[in-house]
């Protein structure tokens, strides 16, 4: 169980985290909002690579304010990164073992069984001896998924991690982390709000540093409830509107003439809240 | 698909192992291609499960730089090996500090009086170079990964700044008896090596390292400075001032400590 108590991190004078109140149990939470709205800020801090300015976080018990417990809570956690970084003379295999070590797995037997493990479980065993410089985008992606899953932490972290992967590895990543969030805490960042609606129990939206919404796909789906419409001439008005692939046009908000109700998806609660929330 | 399957008697001598290679050979590749026969061969999944595994340890292997094989030659374990050559800069560091000692001894060779000055003053400052690299978000281009990890932070820092200073000394501690002085003088950097280097880790829980370096750097010529000012430059290398020297470097180191453990 992790708890956040009024989390604050400021950046100069922009509030990145804004007194933001949490509590985070074993499943796959999903954080959506918009660039800016404290997303990476607020994962950055759960994964103690950056220090709140006030609040706290009490994650397994244990306070990563302070440094020993810091370190205790670094052994139980897995961090997927918005920009990993890599070391482009490593293969796949060296990176995933340099992180190993730095995760205090010592025993190279041990180690390297664990590194073959992880690489399996993101498919990339074949391109273990491969250089990461010569790796496409999605498979450092799943790179950098890979090394967050040694040890098996119980708390996995993940910023943004179905970018560069195509529709796929989208799916097979899906299934992973479903899996993985059966019996851990999961907290991942994303602007796909089909991955949210196919993978997490619960939603946060963010926004300018807080939690403007915090349920299930459902419920924020629900939010857009009978004011989601398919018409065949725009709205006159100026509704949140798009056309759609058989070239009729989906309206959120207000009923335009003609047009006939639909059931709403995540996006259209998430669109219709930021909407409301602006 | 071949009707033709392994006999009894074949596959026997087989399983026993006693089949002329090539016959062997046959009997693998034919094996490969038929369920049937497959079916047929008692296997311990145990066994070829381990079998596989070994392997797999075989040909998927990390693969080891220059500095990295060096390290384990040298008989460092090798995950402190893989810590310390892992990022780019540390491997700068450790050339920087190989070029410099190497210019030591050159210069040293053709202009062994005006030379004395120029290496006590620099060697000192010599490690900082390489702490100032090994560690840091601006140094390590998979800094956001190491950061999340136990062994990130203070730990890792001394780490590799311990390695950079046991090479730095050990380069420095071969060119001082290409000095003309006497073994005392020679020898008069050690000291204030150790106490920039624990005054830079020491200051790095408040300042990015490459800061904490300059700033020690800075005090340090500030010091040489005040000899030079009082007319004998050769004053802070005395013996009052090596003992401080050496008790700043204890403090320093202590206080270094206290910090990473609070």
Redesign the interface.
């Known amino acids: 169980m992790i708890q956040i108590k009024q989390l604050t991190k400021t950046y100069g004078a922009k509030r990145a985290l804004d007194g933001l109140d949490l509590t985070l149990g074993t499943g796959v939470t999903g954080l959506l909002g918009p660039n800016g709205a404290g997303k990476t800020t607020l994962l950055r801090c759960l994964a103690t690579t950056l220090a709140p300015n006030g609040g706290s976080v009490d994650a397994f018990g244990l306070d990563p304010a302070d440094r020993v417990q810091r370190t205790a809570l670094r052994r139980r956690l897995g961090y997927l990164p918005q920009n990993p970084g890599s070391y482009p003379h490593f293969t796949a295999f060296d990176l995933v073992d340099y992180v190993a070590i730095l995760k205090e797995l010592t025993d190279r037997k041990h180690r390297h069984a664990e590194v073959r493990r992880v690489l399996a479980e993101v498919d990339l065993t074949d391109q273990a001896g491969t250089k990461v410089r010569k790796l496409s985008g999605g498979m450092r992606q799943r790179l950098a998924l890979a090394q967050a899953l040694l040890g098996e932490p119980d708390l996995l972290i993940l910023d943004e991690p179905t970018v560069g992967l195509d529709p796929e590895q989208r799916m097979t990543f899906r299934a992973l982390v479903s899996r993985l969030g059966e019996s851990r805490i999961v907290v991942l960042s994303t602007h796909q709000t089909e991955d949210v609606a196919a993978l997490c129990e619960r939603v946060v939206v963010m926004r300018d540093g807080r939690a403007i919404f915090d349920g299930t796909p459902g419920e924020l789906a629900a939010v857009a409830d009978g004011r989601v419409w398919l018409s065949d001439a725009p709205p006159a008005t100026s509704e949140l509107f798009w056309r759609t692939a058989d070239g009729r046009y989906r309206t959120l908000g207000a009923r335009p003439p003609a047009a006939d109700t639909v059931a709403p998806g995540v996006e259209d609660g998430y669109l219709m809240l930021l909407g409301e929330a602006a | 698909m071949s009707s033709w399957h392994i006999p009894d008697g074949l596959r026997e001598r087989y399983l026993e192992g006693t089949l002329e290679p090539a016959l062997a050979m046959s009997v693998d590749a034919h094996l490969g291609r038929c369920a049937d026969c497959r079916a047929a061969v008692p296997h311990d999944k145990d066994w070829l499960e381990a079998s596989w ?1 070994r392997l ?2 075989e040909l ?4 080891l ?1 220059l500095s990295e094989r060096l390290l384990r030659h040298g008989g460092v ?3 402190l090996a ?2 310390l050559s ?3 800069t540390m491997s700068r560091a450790w050339l920087a500090s190989v070029v410099a000692v190497l210019a030591f001894a050159v210069l040293a060779a053709r202009k062994q009086a005006e030379f004395l000055p120029a290496f006590l003053i620099v060697a000192p400052v010599l490690p900082l170079a390489g702490i100032a690299l090994a560690y840091g978000p601006r140094v ?14 203070p730990r ?1 820092l001394l780490t590799r700044a311990t390695a950079v200073l046991a090479v730095a000394v050990v380069l420095a501690g071969l060119a001082s008896p290409l000095l003309p002085a006497p073994p005392g003088l020679a020898a008069a950097w050690l000291l204030p090596a150790l106490a920039a280097a624990a005054g830079c880790l020491a200051v790095s829980g408040r300042l990015p390292v490459p800061i904490a370096a300059l700033a020690v750097a800075g005090v340090w010529l500030a010091i040489v400075g005040t000899g030079h000012f009082i007319g004998d430059w050769l004053a802070v290398f005395g013996p009052a001032p090596q003992i401080g020297y050496g008790v700043a470097a204890i403090l320093l180191t202590y206080r270094f400590y206290r910090v ?3």
């Open positions: 595994a797999e340890a998927i292997t990390p693969h730089s374990p090798d995950h893989r810590l892992a990022t780019p390590d281009p998979a800094y956001e990964l190491v950061a999340a990890t136990p062994m990130s932070g890792l990473s453990t609070r």
